[in-house]
């Protein structure tokens, strides 16, 4: 189910009085003011919270995989403010909000663990948030590599698309440039380390 290394604070999570509930692909977890019962964390496949604009488009809040907390806010919050969508089969551990919360109000260490883990999902989507405020893909790639270091492996570059709201095509072709033209990218490289930020 999980096959990945996930953070103390999430295996505590997991290690929580709860269930774990499958969903369907296109399946609600919930939905847009419903009242909040539960707190989730999702174990395998992939969970969208989404908001419906009036026109019909859908505003993707977050992509959810193996290992990250669902609507965080859910915590404090007596309703919902989006749905939560499977889009692939998923299966998502449900912890009672009550019970989270004592456990919150009890134990310290959790409630730091928790706070600090929330606090980089904010740093995260303050990072996304620039990135997407950014024109070209080149520009975009560029934060995404400063940000974490390294490109993914070409089987993970379709999601890296996704993180920096291309398409896989027109991301396909900056890298297929950056081929090309190694020796120009890290000249410009060095030279912004020289001139710092």
Request: proline share 6%.
């Amino acid at each position: 189910m999980i096959t990945i290394m996930l953070p103390d604070i999430i295996v505590s999570l997991v290690s929580m009085k709860g269930r774990d509930r499958p969903f369907a692909e296109g399946e609600h977890l919930f939905r847009l003011d419903e009242p909040v019962d539960a707190f989730f964390v999702v174990l395998d496949g992939r969970v969208d919270l989404v908001r419906f604009l009036d026109e019909g488009a859908a505003l993707v809040l977050q992509r959810a995989g193996p290992g990250d907390i669902l609507a965080e806010a859910s915590l404090f919050s007596p309703r919902y403010h989006c749905d939560a969508i499977a889009r692939t089969a998923a299966i998502v551990r449900r912890i009672p909000r009550q019970t989270l919360r004592e456990r919150f109000r009890s134990d310290p260490e959790f409630a730091e663990g928790l706070a600090a883990h929330l606090a980089r999902g904010i740093q995260e989507a303050r990072f996304r948030s620039e990135v997407l405020a950014l024109r070209t893909v080149a520009a975009r790639l560029d934060a995404w590599r400063a940000w974490y270091g390294a490109f993914p492996r070409k089987g993970e570059w379709r999601h890296l698309a996704e993180q920096i709201g291309v398409s896989p095509e027109a991301l396909y072709r900056e890298l297929a440039r950056r081929r090309k033209q190694p020796l120009h990218d890290s000249q410009t490289t060095r030279s912004r380390r020289r001139q710092g930020p």
